[in-house]
Nanobody, 121 residues
Framework: QVQLVESGGGLVQPGGSLRLSCAAS????????MGWYRQAPGKQRELVAS???????TYADSVKDRFTISRDGAKNTVWLQMNSLKPEDTGVYYC???????????????WGQGTQVTVSS
């Protein structure tokens, strides 16, 4: 069994910062990509940022130059540093990991439970 546990969400004023963390644990052989999606009320889930095993990163246009994703491969942990937050960044942020549980199994995507980020004055 695999668990992805997120932390770091909360309420912050516009212009503020938050740092989200996500740690994957359990029966994991390897992880390729990790990242974050978010879902605002009434909207579809969207990719915020992702990072590959060799630290290649991808960002949504709306968060470029404000958010930074990083990871520690040895700890199976990914972080999302969010600066200059805007009200439109509000939503539930979900961590994901593309992983496999043994050398003989295929990769699949597992998800965290989500953490609420609210940007409001």
């Amino acid at each position: 069994q695999v668990q992805l546990v997120e932390s770091g969400g909360g309420l912050v004023q516009p212009g503020g910062s938050l740092r989200l963390s996500c740690a994957a644990s359990g029966s994991i052989f390897s992880i390729s990509n990790m990242g974050w999606y978010r879902q605002a009320p009434g909207k579809q889930r969207e990719l915020v940022a992702s990072i590959t095993r060799d630290s290649t990163t991808t960002y949504a246009d709306s968060v470029k130059d404000r958010f930074t994703i990083s990871r520690d491969g040895a700890k199976n942990t990914v972080w999302l540093q969010m600066n200059s937050l805007k009200p439109e960044d509000t939503g539930v942020y979900y961590c994901y990991a593309r992983l496999r549980r043994s050398v003989s199994t295929s990769y699949y995507i597992d998800w965290g439970q989500g953490t609420q980020v609210t940007v409001s004055s």
